[in-house]
């Protein structure tokens, strides 16, 4: 059943049938929460296609919005312009637990790893979420990566739920969430951009929510600083090369603008897109029939990566569930507070 | 005169006594605008000091939002981390004619120049001014370059004038926009950022004034796609090196979003920033003490920029006279369209 | 005639037809040059193929090995991966001159641009010949630029001609030079990678050639400091999409090393490719269905680039006859200085 | 005791005392090697200085040569332009252990990460051992990255050991190597350049040792393609700023282009360097006073780190002993395959 943020005007494109990263075709979520003693964390598993992703490695790019996280896998992602294994995300200090699944895993499938075969390059994105979870327990463990690819569907919760269990997104509770947008070209061409966010950024006194600001919310923390991050990831259907992704993923910045954010000095935004399309067996050929998309075709699809970054950060609100932070405090949730103070900035006259 | 756009609320850290880009002391701004049978159109300088940028550059960065821009200037800029002609700005087709006045100027000032010295890098930046001006004719010369740098002052008009004499802003007319912040740290030191922008970028149907849409205002143009651009020009006395320059420009694509904007395919968005602290006698010792700023510091900075980024844009619009487009239509004035429509979206209840 | 410098075993690879970028089909190369009264400098174009660029751009990227230069178009090149226009190599003060042909020459053959159309991208770039020529007097101008590009042709000459008439090379004369290579993958499809390179860089004292050392030969300038730079621009038939040619571009600074240079502060050193695979007419498709090379062929093509760019630089110095310096000194040739000294590091044991 | 590979007139610049990374004041190298029934692999620590580097980090930047590789720690350092944990290399499976040490390292010094301080960026890079080394049983656990820390100290062992236990030098055994240069600027200050390279790269019928072939020599491998990668770690005790040691990292590529690479398209070719000038006590004050070198003085540093990293490698090589590959066959010694090729490649007469 779909449940998203309601609104009217404040967006232009339609939405998918599920409005979620998943209405890509063949792209799944799946989360394992670790909720126990001071542990409030866990992984979520997005998995491009059904494939043995090492064999047949979608397109893919990434944008680092502010550099101040501890991901693993970006590097050769941003060299070679694809994505070879799920992509996993998790709290900060689980990010070692992970690319040890994510590596096992591969060579599982493909014994040749590292040996005849190159390595593999698993990709694992974090955030922050000292907050509610006790991080330096490091709870995450190789079985709850595991779990979480397991549990990969084409359906999945959104809110306090796998990794962002613990997170904290404009001081309410809130982690995953996920938003799409279609985009129509001419000839009645339809495709498809998904987003899917970790989402820990971001202070109340900074939140706009459909231009609106909250300045009466109770607020949840009075630190001087955020100490959050973000993780945009987008999908497409679309036939997008590298190094139009790469011009995707950028877009995502205007979206954490539009709610208020300036990027805090603290906060990792690291944002990454790939595509369904154009998806071949490594090395076996010397060349690819490819489809790819016209580059003035891109604008359309930038609005509807702005649009569906912009709603998933909303929507991993909008499901959130209240949580008790590590130091007794609460994380309150948003849905319940979503009255804005009425007098938003005037218009001079 | 202080002339800027009223609001209330939407904004948090102070303006600077100007609220322009000149309360970064020693920063002065010159016009040139060329107006004349078709031409509408000039030159706008920015100088960091008021000595010789040749032999006393400025640190600096720059941040390439989307790239598609035809500057000159960039690529030392980014590898030097610094400035060493006046920041000139006008239209897509005249950099060359800017970028040769501060060669012949560099020269004139340093006869070793390209000889015994190295060459100079001049630093010319432009948006497409073609929907107002006719830009095929090329009617900036060497000596409206010239001039505008002449012109250079601690107070200068926006909106309509110099390089944004025939500039464009979702849709309305409006250039040259600038707006400054004050940063406080600890210890009651203060730094100030300003920003001056060449607004020319963003269609009506998509822009946000503080959270507000514009759904009823009468549309300039019909376009499917933004051709439009724009450059900004972030300057702070707080005495950041290069690389921290870079992330303080970085943050300008919020801003952009806040406004509503997705960085359109054709947008060149271009932002870039230099301090005045540090600044040395080229070559004048193997080594120079300077001063750095605390890189956790910089997250008031980060808030100043996004908010005098955006603000510089509004008062690019507040500031901006009709235009009579090459093609007939008329560029009309935000000013007098300013009372948004009402229902703007509703909060779900 | 094939005329290129003799070698027995250095390389491996097996040279195209020419032995020069004219090599890939299509491309053409034409020099202009400007011999007179102080001034020894000029134009060098090369055309990625026959038709209208702007309308039918090539996918192409570009390596910044070391940003000390003034070159334009590089910015937009990088963003949207194509390059539209002619590539114009010339002396650091004569990039606005080559601009303006650039545009002008745009216009003429598509009016709408600035108007209907997008702006056009001029890509020009550039050496400091200020050792022979009068840089100053900027003595190219938009004819030399134009002329230039009406000169291309499939054969061309190498060393102190066109944009190398001024250019020196690890102290000797010598400007302009080009080679090429071939890739045999499996199941016989060849194809070719072409270099052409501008040159200008490097100190006698540090010059390795088939890596031998040329401690004896008179220098011919005492700088401490080389102020020179080199343009390094590839060709291929390969369909490689704009990140591999990135890949491609970025393997040029192993050939700087291979002939003794460390990328000297003051060295522009900047490389770009191109393919003449995968070219459309611009908007004719919401997509166009074009080949992709298999990345891991990649690795044949990175030592053909290697290859054909040390030899590139070589063939410059070959083929320049000795220029009498603006101060009055000579540069000598390589050609006749080329018996190096016997002594060679000797190996230990 | 000083044993580095013999040579005469190949290099320009005076070597440090130790001609190791060690030679830069403070910084300390351990080594932890694992051998044992298959396992044939280790870790290797490199520690700028001997204090609690999260709370005083130094200065650094990286470049990325190639990016086929999986390190962790990049991205944070290459935006915040500092180092806060020890430098640890490994092989490609082992970056997950030994980042789990580094952050339970952290935290042990400093109780509030990852809760009221902001969580820690472990630094990792790797290059694949899989041709000695069984990699699939990730032979190296937390415990092996401690006691590689544990083990710093000013002088250490070259060749097949710690992290370079199982690496393939151009078909030869050796992995890890280093060396020094001296930089002599004007009035006599004296500054320091170190590599240390975990070297893993190349083929044999590529290599040049000062400029000679080694056609003849038995081949380890008969390989199509190189499956290894380089890491290298650069020191300086110059006061360079973030910037300024990106330029000096991108240098690197020179060095392997002299020794005969070409960048190989499965090369994880990676570069890094510090300075342990302008060290501070992290958020102690809003700016600290900090000395910054002459840009134009970085051309004698760069030198300096093409030469260093170039002999660094050299001594990889030099002081490895035989290993046995996994599959049975030998990697042979460099040290005793030393005498190259008579016939090098001749000049024309």
């Known amino acids: 059943m779909r449940d998203t943020i309601p609104h009217k005007g404040w967006w232009q494109l339609p939405t998918g049938p599920a409005n979620t990263i998943c209405d890509i075709d063949g792209v799944r979520v799946g989360h394992e929460s670790v909720h126990a003693e001071g542990a409030c964390t866990g992984v979520t598993a997005i998995l491009p296609h059904a494939g043995d992703l090492y064999r047949r ?3 893919a790019a990434a944008a680092i919005l502010n550099g101040f996280g501890k ?7 941003m060299e070679l312009g694809e ?3 799920p992509i996993l995300l998790t709290n900060t200090f689980s990010v070692p637990a992970c690319a040890t699944t994510l590596i096992k ?3 599982g499938q493909n ?4 040996r005849r075969s190159a390595t593999v390059n698993p990709l694992v994105l974090e955030c922050n979420d000292g907050q509610v979870n006790d991080i330096q327990a490091l709870s995450v463990t190789e079985i709850t990566a595991e779990t979480a690819i397991a549990n990969a569907d084409g359906e999945f919760n959104q809110g306090t739920v796998g990794a962002g269990s613990g997170m904290k997104t404009f001081g309410f ?4 969430g996920s938003a799409s947008r279609q985009v129509k070209l001419s000839g009645d061409s339809i495709y498809s951009v998904g987003a899917l966010v970790l989402s820990n950024f971001g202070q109340q006194a900074d939140l706009r929510v459909f231009g609106r600001l909250f300045p009466d919310t109770p607020r949840a923390d009075l630190d001087d600083e955020d100490m959050g991050s973000i993780i945009i990831v987008m999908a497409t259907d679309a036939p997008m090369d590298s190094r139009q992704l790469g011009r995707l993923s950028r877009r995502s910045g205007a979206a954490l603008g539009r709610l208020g954010s300036y990027l805090g000095h603290q906060s990792g935004d690291i944002a990454l897109a790939f595509s369904t399309a154009n998806v071949f067996e490594r090395d076996s050929a010397n060349t690819h029939a490819t489809l790819r998309l016209c580059e003035s075709r891109m604008n359309a699809f930038f609005k509807a990566a702005v649009e569906a970054t912009e709603e998933a950060i909303l929507n991993a609100l909008w499901h959130a569930t209240p949580m008790s932070a590590y130091d007794g405090s609460l994380l309150p949730s948003f849905r319940t507070h979503l009255t804005p103070k009425e ?5 001079p006259g």
Not at 111 to 114: L, N
């Open 57 to 59: 490695p979608v397109p």
């Open 71 to 77: 991901s693993i896998g970006l590097v050769q992602l």
């Open 83 to 85: 994505i070879e294994t």
């Open 105 to 107: 895993r591969a060579i």
């Open 111 to 114: 014994p040749k790893i590292g």
């Open 173 to 176: 509770a809130g982690g995953v």
């Open 343 to 347: 007098d938003t900035p005037a218009m």
